[in-house]
């Protein structure tokens, strides 16, 4: 029978001291021993063959961390069981006391899911951005990128023999008549875009861009009403949570900065800033992020927000690579496409309230 003392901290840390009686571990002893017999060698003994108490004694402190490793996670989820601490993070363990034939003590220490309260979140006020038009001059600087890059895909022209350089090298002509090209976007450039004609491709351009502006219209109506959810929001933020965020905040930032063609370490050299400094001055950004994810959270909670066995795999046949689909063969990204689908069907039902 194990003895538990919890004990809840500040900031959603809890320390939970475990006693065991070595009665309650002594099979665990005796089945860690059996299963690391088989690979112990001892001179004079088939591999495997050796009396368990020559192979007790040679394994020593090692068969003690393996039954530790076995037992410690077993025994404090039997410790919580019937309370309401529910574990965000991985444990970290402490070896109080422990030898063989001895009560184990240890003590664990954990965030627990920290309580969070939302205010009245049906009476959230947010305005819709109004869409602004698409202009000829927006359209135009689209068609003119495209033109640019098509034609200097096509100026790479490999001349007659009697005209090549030493060697036959390759004339690279980016000039205003290359190949027949012409200077200004024409019916061939059109042609080439996927377009019938060049005001075919310059409709799909303004219909794309109209899409675009739409979209993130979108964005920036849903991240207002998120504003509002964090501003009523009331929660002790634990320190894992807000150092998640900042990891995440940082992964962008990397990714940012590699389509830059640009290492990290250079970027922030030329910023005249450490990492430190960069995490220290998102830190606030990161704490209402966290925020608006738990308000968030606790209102699907409170909804009654869910999505079924069904809708999570109908979201994951959706993807075509098959490498990442296959990812979702384990429980943890299941849980967090669970999440996120969760989420996005609560803000949807937040966004209908508001409108």
Do not use: C
């Amino acid at each position: 029978m194990i003895a538990k003392n919890i004990v809840k901290q500040p900031k959603s840390i809890v320390e939970v001291t475990v006693t065991v009686p070595w009665e309650d571990l002594s099979g665990t002893w005796d089945q860690t021993l059996a299963k690391m017999v088989t690979d112990v060698e001892i001179a004079g003994f088939r591999k495997g063959a050796a009396p368990l108490p020559m192979v007790e004694s040679q394994l020593g402190q090692r068969l003690q961390d393996e039954v530790l490793k076995t037992a410690m996670p077993n025994l404090l989820i039997q410790a919580l069981s019937g309370s309401d601490i529910v574990p965000i993070d991985y444990p970290k363990y402490d070896l109080v006391s422990f030898v063989k034939g001895t009560q184990l003590q240890f003590k664990a220490t954990i965030t627990n899911r920290p309580t969070v309260t939302v205010g009245n979140y049906k009476t959230i006020k947010a305005t819709k951005p109004v869409i602004k038009p698409v202009t000829d001059e927006e359209e135009q600087k689209v068609i003119d990128d495209l033109f640019k890059r098509w034609k200097a895909k096509n100026s790479v022209v490999q001349q007659p023999a009697s005209q090549t350089g030493p060697g036959g090298s390759i004339n690279f002509n980016v000039g205003s008549q290359t190949n027949g090209q012409a200077d200004t976007p024409n019916e061939e450039f059109a042609k080439a875009m996927g377009a019938i004609s060049l005001i075919d491709l310059k409709t799909k351009v303004r219909k794309d861009l109209e899409a675009n502006v739409t979209y993130n219209n979108e964005l920036d109506y849903e991240e207002a009403i998120l504003q509002e959810v964090e501003k009523i929001t009331t929660v002790e933020l634990p320190d894992i949570l807000i150092q998640d965020e900042l990891n995440r905040m940082l992964v962008s930032l990397q990714r940012r900065v590699a389509d830059m063609g640009l290492l990290l370490e250079d970027y922030l050299k030329g910023q005249g800033k450490t990492l430190e400094q960069i995490k220290q001055e998102w830190k606030a950004q990161a704490e209402k992020n966290v925020r608006m994810e738990l308000g968030l959270a606790e209102i699907a909670r409170s909804e009654n927000v869910n999505i079924t066995d069904a809708e999570l795999q109908a979201e994951i046949d959706k993807i075509q690579d098959q490498k990442v689909k296959a990812q979702f063969g384990t429980q943890e990204p299941r849980l967090h496409l669970r999440h996120a689908l969760r989420q996005t069907r609560t803000l949807d039902l937040l966004k209908k309230m508001v409108g």
